[in-house]
Nanobody
Framework: VQLQASGGGLVQTGGSLRLSCAAS????????MGWYRQPPGKQRELVAT???????NYADSVKDRFTISRNNAKNTVYLQMNSLKSEDTGVYYC???????????????WGQGTQVTVSS
């Protein structure tokens, strides 16, 4: 399974961006999907997750500004980011749990990361 993220870029404070991440390969079922970010000089942190049935979880710092969604038929997760702040700057990584169907475990995958830069 491969995850391909896209949609990052440079945006001014208060602007918006939409990230997408598509899973490809031999897929049986993608369960939890999520977005993480790594600000410059800091550790990777959770941004938001979404379960297969649409249950969401957000970091306090992005609540009411970011919205995570997914399309199960396309194995794709999205992150709509509004009212962006300079502290949202970082490399954004998508993450997914894949259940292969033939064993009672699931495997975790990371995308390659996409840069988001918010400037004033």
């Amino acid at each position: 399974v491969q995850l391909q993220a896209s949609g990052g870029g440079l945006v001014q404070t208060g602007g918006s961006l939409r990230l997408s991440c598509a899973a490809s390969g031999t897929i049986f079922r993608i369960n939890l999907m999520g977005w993480y970010r790594q600000p410059p000089g800091k550790q990777r942190e959770l941004v938001a997750t979404i379960s297969r049935d649409g249950t969401t979880n957000y970091a306090d710092s992005v609540k009411d500004r970011f919205t995570i969604s997914r399309n199960n038929a396309k194995n794709t997760v999205y992150l709509q980011m509004n009212s962006l702040k300079s502290e949202d700057t970082g490399v954004y990584y998508c993450n997914a749990d894949h259940y292969p169907g033939y064993v009672t475990v699931q495997y975790n995958y990371w995308g390659q990361g996409t840069q988001v830069t918010v400037s004033s």
